[in-house]
């Protein structure tokens, strides 16, 4: 917290949780969108677990009141919110001593309710950052879509998936000091894609309770 800086995130991975479970990359691929968004000053992800901002931020940008019209994902509209008044930087911390450990969901419906969650708050982001999204499922769905009209350009998309994902997990590895193997990745990697096609429209049409609020 440098005189210009008014919110700091870090890495939450899941504790007692696997090299080779699809949680851990999962939160790790979203922890290495989040620090490179920050790193290029377009901050809009983040984990309020490990997350910080100053007072005064706080009360400058309206606070909750500024971002009440979401159940979910306040820490994901602070930040966006701070990033839009431009008054103050956002960091990223990757060192060891500013990891926070969480407990992993216990069951599949926990997961689901989480992740159901999460996704909610997306209907409150930016428009470009919501194309974005929609970007890329539209990429997975055409390459789906496309193991049964044109497999060769299908099974093409998917190596250069693989390729461009596994380029992010590499390069993000050491600061964060993670390891994932070559098959979990594999996997785990198809099993997000495929994932996303249910949690998706879940976060947009399922209601959930969260802190004795129900969603709309």
């Not at 080779?20 to 901050?43: D, K, M, N």
């Not at 159940?71 to 930040?79: A, F, N, P």
């Not at 590499?170 to 594999?186: D, L, T, V, W, Y």
Request: net charge positive; with cysteine; aromatic share 14%.
């Amino acid at each position: 917290f440098t005189s210009e800086v008014g919110a700091v995130a870090g890495y939450s991975p899941y504790a007692n949780v696997s090299s080779h479970s699809y949680l851990r990359l999962e939160e790790f691929t979203h922890t290495l969108y989040a620090a490179s968004a920050i790193q290029w000053g377009r901050p809009y992800l983040c984990t309020g677990r490990n997350f910080a901002y100053r007072r005064s931020v706080f009360t400058a940008v309206g606070g909750f009141d500024s971002i009440k019209q979401s159940v979910s994902g306040d820490d994901d509209l602070m930040l966006q919110r701070i990033a839009r008044e431009k008054q103050w930087s956002v960091r990223y911390l990757t060192g060891a001593g500013s990891i926070v450990r969480t407990a992993a969901p216990q069951s599949l419906r926990q997961f689901i309710h989480q992740r159901t969650r999460h996704v909610s708050a997306s209907r409150y982001y930016p428009l470009h950052i919501t194309a974005m999204y929609g970007v890329q499922h539209l990429f997975h769905l055409a390459m789906v879509i496309g193991f049964f009209i044109a497999p060769q350009q299908a099974v093409l998309a998917l190596l250069w998936k693989y390729n461009a994902d596994a380029l992010l997990v590499s390069a993000g590895r050491e600061p964060f000091g993670e390891q994932f193997g070559f098959p979990s990745f594999i996997l785990n990697d198809t099993a997000m894609m495929l994932y996303s096609f249910v949690i998706g429209p879940l976060g947009y049409l399922r209601p959930f309770d969260w802190k004795g609020t129900t969603s709309a």
